[in-house]
């Protein structure tokens, strides 16, 4: 018997795929079995998304250490896109007429089209890596505040994607899958994102080239005589960055059916960064436990209407005054609960 237990200690041992697959599984059959009602439905996606958005920046903020303040811009990149896919393949679009695909083709195509979005917004995010390789710290955010400016201001002008009317019909994709089965797909394919994204920026960071990410944060000059490509480094962070932000966008624009420039703008950029600075650093256990928090924040505080665009940079202001290092620090959930790391980390043979 002891042996068997010695065995299994031995070997990789990886709780968190079956912990989230699980958790999913539970809240898909809520949802089946009328437990989980539509609201709660729509704030279960908007906590998958902030998940998204908060982990995606902290690779550049947290882990790279540079100071970017235009995610909301990146977010719109991909928003635009995914809908003008969704819209073109499996709607009747306002320029071609009839879709060019059958729109029961939407449940297995529709992750291509948040992909799609994902992939647009990671070449957007090269404008800001070519100029981060001669700037940091304040410099960069200027940049980055400056993007997030730009693409506002393109699509508002660009009326054939409503300029600042707006954009609609993504609707239209869900419930061409709804018709196929009734499921929640844009819950279902929103927790599928959120899981791979954590899992990929979990692999990422744990590699050699993520080391080397880490790497400018700590002195960028002494990683460049050590032979790290700083701005090969800067260029990856911030296309995967950019990219999943655009993927939260995409989701983002499905879950609503209708999206605008005017909710892509420095307050949705500021609401990112409040979630990067209140889960901590290069944590990302802690975003996602501040996109948890913030999204039920932001619902505590949907009364206030405007006043809430006051609330959240006050936010902001009072996490660098009273605790800079946000929730968790740098640290991770195995490093407060040490007895979890041989459930979540990879031991060898």
């Known amino acids: 018997m002891d042996n068997a237990i010695t065995l299994v200690n031995k070997k990789h041992i990886n709780l968190w795929p079956a912990v989230l697959g699980g958790g999913a599984l539970i809240i898909l059959g809520l949802v089946l079995g009328g437990v989980i009602n539509q609201y709660i439905q729509t704030v279960l996606m908007f906590i998958g998304i902030n998940i998204i958005l908060s982990a995606s920046l902290n690779i550049v903020n947290g882990y790279m250490g540079e100071f970017s303040c235009g995610h909301g811009g990146f977010m719109l990149v991909g928003a635009y896109t995914s809908s003008i896919l969704s819209v073109l393949f499996f709607t009747k679009s306002p320029w071609l007429g009839a879709p060019l695909l059958p729109p029961s083709s939407a449940v297995f195509l529709f992750p291509l089209v948040i992909i799609g979005g994902g992939i647009v917004a990671a070449f957007a995010g090269l404008l800001v890596a070519i100029p981060s390789f001669k700037t ?46 009734d499921l929640p797909f844009t819950l279902i394919w929103t927790m599928v994102f959120s899981t791979l994204s954590v899992f990929l920026i979990r692999r990422l960071m744990r590699s050699t080239f993520g080391k080397g990410i880490s790497s400018i ?133």
């Open 136 to 181: 940091r710290d304040d410099y960069l955010a200027i940049i980055t505040i400056a993007a997030n400016f730009i693409f506002v201001s393109l699509v508002n002008n660009l009326e054939f994607i409503g300029g600042s009317r707006g954009f609609m019909g993504m609707k239209t994709t869900i419930y061409a899958m709804e018709d196929v089965a």
């Open 217 to 349: 944060r700590h002195d960028e000059i002494s990683a460049e005589i050590m032979g790290v490509n700083t701005n090969n480094m800067k260029i990856v962070a911030f296309m995967v960055s950019s990219g999943l932000a655009g993927i939260a966008g995409g989701l983002f624009a499905h879950v609503l059916g209708f999206i605008n420039p005017s909710s892509f703008n420095i307050m949705k950029s500021t609401e990112c960064l409040v979630m990067v600075y209140l889960g901590g650093m290069g944590s990302l256990s802690g975003s996602v436990l501040s996109a948890v928090v913030f999204t039920f924040l932001l619902e505590v505080m949907r009364p206030l209407q405007i006043l809430k665009w006051v609330i959240i940079p006050l936010m902001l202001i009072l996490l660098m005054q009273f605790r800079p290092e946000g929730l968790m620090g740098n640290r991770e959930l195995t490093d407060i609960f040490p007895k979890l790391k041989p459930y979540f980390k990879r031991r060898d043979l």
